[in-house]
């Protein structure tokens, strides 16, 4: 018989989100717990009173919390029937440029100020009563409050706890108990936009005014007080004097007095929240609509649609000259950028997840889950084969193909790996995204594919089990498979990527009623 | 005087009340009436149970195997319970003839059907 105190989500909220500072305090328990136990103040997540004393079993904050493993299957529904799916980008409709045509909204954001743009215009049309964006708090001091602005329009998330609390707690806390609002925009982070989902499948009834998500994208977040104490012993800067930072490569902390300080990645991670570490969602994979940065472009953003709510209100914004696009395919080095930025946030987060494994340090459960498959999905995986699954109209480069003309192929198609074949048809090898960006941009015209794919290529064949195949990705450390048929190794067939794998093993769609 | 002629002026009126129960008046908009369980909604949490200030709701059993009874006979029909469910799962519908002869009948049940 299990005591009240085993039915309660909060224990087990505590022993493996809380106690072992993985909690970045989102807020989305706060707002969601019915009995409003859990409560952000002094940057932390307080426990206000025993939840057991009110109630007989409850699920709801640790199902919720973006960093648990519940119902991660289930919130993919709710992008999962966009015609495309990308590794690294996920599920979605299209990817294009986009900037605000006001141009006093693109001055203060550093980037496309889409975000706000849509905003303004989704709520002058009705489509939206209100809006939630992140606030600062009040009491910030003067010393951090200018690093607000280090909210980047490029590669990196500076915004802190004294920014970070509390943002979907705000939104539904405040917008649906006190302010009444019934359509709501949210804007957030991946993880706001994954506690957001979750509260939406786990059909909690604040999100009945949800009307749509907006998700940017992020990196990292760092932690404030410590970013300002390394950046201050190590290279004597003030917080004061910081007026952004921006990353290309190295990040570069541009002061007022007009000097940039040049600090390398693995330098400043250090600094950065631990669950951040391990966080693999780089552009808000489940949103309705994300936008990122558009480095190297300085006034552009990068834009993914993924649901029809999110193609309604962009195209309305579009139509009503609120907002002007591009084509991505224009500009391949802003995809190849952004692309890079995705692979290296999933890159760091598997090698800190493993490295905790190994020292018996505390993982998150959302990382355990999203490498370990439940015994009805590995039953699942094994009894259906390649066949049932792979993608047979595979788009090919041949050996003489440029590396511009590769990275072109890849900003049209959105796939990060191509094999390479003969005349004939012949395979020959396999090329990825990661040779492109060992090559650097200037140079990709006058290098050809042949000059840096792999021969070897990692192959199964039609009737390989789908548990095989993502056995031998794990093993080679791989997103995609290529299959061949059994007899002629060289005869390509299809290819199966890591997102085709969790596509199967998606729930179906579940929605409010 | 005036009262008798201002009798007479009415009894040739139609009647201000309708003859219930041949006839019937539907509801008003967010009229609260009987409270009813969407099981399927229903996480088992207790929380409606323990919010009714009559004592009208009983839980037996946790989580998806609860079974919720509902004492119409003392129900004020004050809505806390949808109010408070954090999953929409009490809906207040528009009956509002409750009284039976018998308290034993005026008991519902509600359980989640597999
Ligand atoms: C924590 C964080 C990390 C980021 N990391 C990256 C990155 O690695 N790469 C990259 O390309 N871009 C990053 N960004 C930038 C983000 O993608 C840009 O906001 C995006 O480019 C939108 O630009 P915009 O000019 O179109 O939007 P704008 O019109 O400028 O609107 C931006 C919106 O973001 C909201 N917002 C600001 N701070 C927060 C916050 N802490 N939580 C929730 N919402 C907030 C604002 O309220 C506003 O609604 C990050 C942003 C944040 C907040
Ligand atoms: S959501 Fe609230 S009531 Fe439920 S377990 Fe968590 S803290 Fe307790
Ligand atoms: S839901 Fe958000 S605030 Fe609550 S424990 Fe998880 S990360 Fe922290
Ligand atoms: S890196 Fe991940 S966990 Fe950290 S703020 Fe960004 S989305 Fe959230
Ligand atoms: S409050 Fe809602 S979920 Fe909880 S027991 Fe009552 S009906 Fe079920
Ligand atoms: S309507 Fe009020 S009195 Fe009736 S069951 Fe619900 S909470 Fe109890």
Same mark, same amino acid.
């Given at each position: 018989m299990k005591t009240s105190k085993d039915l309660i989500a909060y224990n087990d909220l505590k022993r493996r989100i809380i106690d072992p500072g993985f909690c970045n305090l989102c807020g989305a328990c706060e707002s969601a717990c019915p009995i409003h136990a859990l409560k952000i103040e002094n940057r932390r997540l307080n426990y206000t009173h025993n939840c057991a004393d009110f109630m007989d079993f409850c699920s709801i904050c640790y199902d919720i919390c973006p960093f648990t493993e519940a119902l991660l299957f289930e919130t993919l529904g709710f992008v999962?029937?966009?015609?495309?799916?990308?590794?690294?980008?996920?599920?979605?409709?299209?990817?294009?440029?986009?900037?605000?045509?006001?141009?006093?909204?693109?001055?203060?954001?550093?980037?496309?100020?889409?975000?706000?743009?849509?905003?303004?215009?989704?709520? %002058?049309? =009705?489509?939206?009563?209100?809006?939630?964006?992140? $606030?600062?708090?009040?009491? /910030?001091?003067?010393?951090? #409050?200018?690093l607000l602005s280090l909210v980047p329009d490029d590669l990196l998330s500076t915004v802190d706890y004294e920014y970070f609390p509390s943002s979907v707690a705000m939104a539904f806390g405040k917008a649906v108990h006190e302010y009444g609002k019934t359509k709501i925009a949210f804007v957030g982070t991946p993880c706001h936009v994954r506690a957001i989902r979750k509260l939406e499948a786990w059909e909690h009834k604040i999100m009945n005014s949800l009307r749509i998500v907006i998700g940017l994208t992020c990196l990292w977040s760092f932690s404030l007080p410590e970013l300002t104490r390394f950046l201050k012993e190590r290279y004597g800067i003030e917080a004061g004097?910081?007026?952004?930072?921006?990353?290309?490569?190295?990040?570069?902390?541009?002061? %007022?007095? =007009?000097?940039?300080?040049?600090?390398?990645?693995? $330098?400043?991670?250090?600094? /950065?929240?631990?669950?951040? #570490?391990?966080?693999?969602?780089?552009?808000?994979?489940?949103?309705?609509?994300?936008?990122?940065?558009?480095?190297?472009?300085?006034?552009?953003?990068?834009?993914?649609?993924?649901?029809?709510?999110?193609?309604?209100?962009?195209?309305?914004?579009?139509?009503?000259?609120?907002?002007?696009?591009r084509k991505i395919e224009e500009e391949p080095n802003?995809?190849?950028?952004?692309?890079?930025?995705?692979?290296?946030?999933?890159?760091?987060?598997?090698?800190?997840?493993?490295?905790?494994?190994?020292?018996?340090?505390?993982?998150?459960?959302?990382?355990?889950?999203?490498?370990?498959?439940?015994?009805?999905?590995?039953?699942?995986?094994?009894?259906?084969?390649?066949?049932?699954?792979?993608?047979?109209?595979?788009?090919t480069v041949t050996p003489e193909t440029t590396l511009e003309g590769l990275l072109a192929i890849m900003t049209r198609y959105h796939h990060t790996g191509y094999p390479i074949v003969d005349d004939e048809g012949k395979l020959l090898g396999i090329v990825t995204f990661d040779d492109i960006s060992k090559v650097l941009p200037s140079k990709r015209g006058g290098v050809l594919v042949r000059e840096v794919a792999h021969s070897k290529i990692v192959t199964a064949h039609p009737d390989s089990s789908l548990m095989e195949i993502y056995e031998k990705m794990i093993q080679h450390k791989i997103g995609k498979i290529i299959i061949v048929d059994r007899k002629d190794h060289r005869k390509l067939l299809g290819i199966i990527t890591k997102t085709d794998i969790m596509h199967v093993l998606k729930w179906p769609m579940k929605k409010l009623v | 005087m005036a009262i008798i002629a201002e009798a007479i002026k009415w009894l040739l009126k139609h009647p201000v009340t309708i003859k219930y129960p041949f006839e019937r008046e539907a509801p008003p908009k967010g009229f609260r009436g009987r409270p009813v369980w969407d099981m399927h909604r229903c996480i088992g949490c207790g929380l409606c149970s323990r919010i009714c200030p009559s004592g009208a709701i009983e839980i037996i059993g946790r989580g998806q195997e609860a079974k919720i009874k509902h004492y119409?006979?003392?129900?004020?029909?004050?809505?806390?319970?949808?109010?408070?469910?954090?999953?929409?799962?009490?809906?207040?519908?528009?009956?509002?003839?409750?009284?039976?002869?018998?308290?034993?009948?005026?008991?519902?049940?509600?359980?989640?059907?597999?």
């Amino acid at each position: 018989m299990k005591t009240s105190k085993d039915l309660i989500a909060y224990n087990d909220l505590k022993r493996r989100i809380i106690d072992p500072g993985f909690c970045n305090l989102c807020g989305a328990c706060e707002s969601a717990c019915p009995i409003h136990a859990l409560k952000i103040e002094n940057r932390r997540l307080n426990y206000t009173h025993n939840c057991a004393d009110f109630m007989d079993f409850c699920s709801i904050c640790y199902d919720i919390c973006p960093f648990t493993e519940a119902l991660l299957f289930e919130t993919l529904g709710f992008v999962a029937n966009a015609p495309n799916r990308a590794e690294g980008i996920g599920y979605y409709r299209r990817m294009l440029l986009a900037q605000a045509v006001d141009k006093k909204l693109r001055d203060l954001s550093h980037s496309g100020g889409v975000v706000t743009a849509l905003l303004m215009h989704a709520i %002058k049309t =009705g489509f939206i009563d209100s809006a939630i964006t992140s $606030e600062r708090e009040k009491e /910030t001091s003067i010393e951090i #409050r200018p690093l607000l602005s280090l909210v980047p329009d490029d590669l990196l998330s500076t915004v802190d706890y004294e920014y970070f609390p509390s943002s979907v707690a705000m939104a539904f806390g405040k917008a649906v108990h006190e302010y009444g609002k019934t359509k709501i925009a949210f804007v957030g982070t991946p993880c706001h936009v994954r506690a957001i989902r979750k509260l939406e499948a786990w059909e909690h009834k604040i999100m009945n005014s949800l009307r749509i998500v907006i998700g940017l994208t992020c990196l990292w977040s760092f932690s404030l007080p410590e970013l300002t104490r390394f950046l201050k012993e190590r290279y004597g800067i003030e917080a004061g004097d910081i007026l952004r930072i921006d990353m290309d490569g190295k990040y570069k902390v541009s002061l %007022k007095n =007009g000097k940039v300080a040049a600090i390398s990645i693995p $330098e400043i991670k250090a600094h /950065t929240l631990s669950i951040c #570490r391990m966080c693999e969602d780089f552009t808000s994979e489940l949103a309705d609509i994300s936008v990122g940065g558009a480095h190297p472009l300085k006034d552009w953003s990068t834009v993914i649609i993924r649901t029809e709510i999110g193609e309604e209100i962009f195209e309305e914004a579009v139509k009503a000259d609120v907002i002007r696009t591009r084509k991505i395919e224009e500009e391949p080095n802003v995809y190849a950028h952004f692309v890079r930025m995705s692979f290296l946030k999933r890159k760091y987060a598997t090698e800190e997840v493993e490295r905790r494994k190994k020292h018996g340090e505390p993982v998150p459960p959302i990382s355990i889950r999203l490498r370990e498959f439940l015994p009805r999905e590995i039953n699942l995986l094994s009894s259906l084969k390649a066949e049932h699954i792979m993608t047979k109209n595979v788009i090919t480069v041949t050996p003489e193909t440029t590396l511009e003309g590769l990275l072109a192929i890849m900003t049209r198609y959105h796939h990060t790996g191509y094999p390479i074949v003969d005349d004939e048809g012949k395979l020959l090898g396999i090329v990825t995204f990661d040779d492109i960006s060992k090559v650097l941009p200037s140079k990709r015209g006058g290098v050809l594919v042949r000059e840096v794919a792999h021969s070897k290529i990692v192959t199964a064949h039609p009737d390989s089990s789908l548990m095989e195949i993502y056995e031998k990705m794990i093993q080679h450390k791989i997103g995609k498979i290529i299959i061949v048929d059994r007899k002629d190794h060289r005869k390509l067939l299809g290819i199966i990527t890591k997102t085709d794998i969790m596509h199967v093993l998606k729930w179906p769609m579940k929605k409010l009623v | 005087m005036a009262i008798i002629a201002e009798a007479i002026k009415w009894l040739l009126k139609h009647p201000v009340t309708i003859k219930y129960p041949f006839e019937r008046e539907a509801p008003p908009k967010g009229f609260r009436g009987r409270p009813v369980w969407d099981m399927h909604r229903c996480i088992g949490c207790g929380l409606c149970s323990r919010i009714c200030p009559s004592g009208a709701i009983e839980i037996i059993g946790r989580g998806q195997e609860a079974k919720i009874k509902h004492y119409v006979d003392r129900c004020l029909f004050c809505g806390q319970c949808s109010e408070s469910c954090p999953r929409n799962a009490i809906k207040l519908m528009n009956d509002f003839e409750h009284a039976r002869y018998n308290r034993d009948v005026m008991i519902y049940e509600y359980k989640r059907e597999t």
